[in-house]
């Protein structure tokens, strides 16, 4: 069945990097746009990153254009969020998907604070 395994969150302070992961199974990865969403307390989810199958094209939610980059591993069926210029109002639970095809995962926790 399909599997979205995310990973590499944890507490960083502002202005630090982290690089989230996206372990996916059961689906031909190869052949998906993927995206990273993510959920603040209390908010909606909402889109972050998207990479086109190839990984030839990406887009970015403004609020992180030029500080996050989206990249893929299609041989690791894996898609990663590098996140540096971290700011308190990135603190969310991130998520992987395919424009909301597959299961949810799990999540992973960043959480931005001094």
């Known amino acids: 069945q399909v599997q979205l395994v995310e990973s590499g969150g944890g507490l960083v302070q502002p202005g630090g990097s982290l690089r989230l992961s996206c372990a996916a199974s059961?689906?031909?990865?190869?052949?998906?746009?993927m995206n990273w969403y993510r959920q603040a307390p209390g908010k909606e989810r909402e889109l972050v990153a998207t990479?086109?199958?190839?990984?030839?094209?990406?887009n970015y939610a403004d609020s992180v254009k030029g500080r996050f980059t989206i990249s893929r591993d299609n041989a690791k069926a894996t898609v990663y969020l590098q996140m540096n210029s971290l700011k308190p109002e990135d603190t969310a639970v991130y998520y992987c998907?395919?424009?909301?095809?597959?299961?949810w995962g799990q999540g992973t926790r960043v959480t931005v604070s001094s």
């Open positions: 990479i086109t199958s190839t990984g030839g094209s990406t």
């Open positions: 059961g689906f031909t990865f190869s052949s998906y746009a």
């Open positions: 998907n395919a424009w909301g095809r597959f299961p």
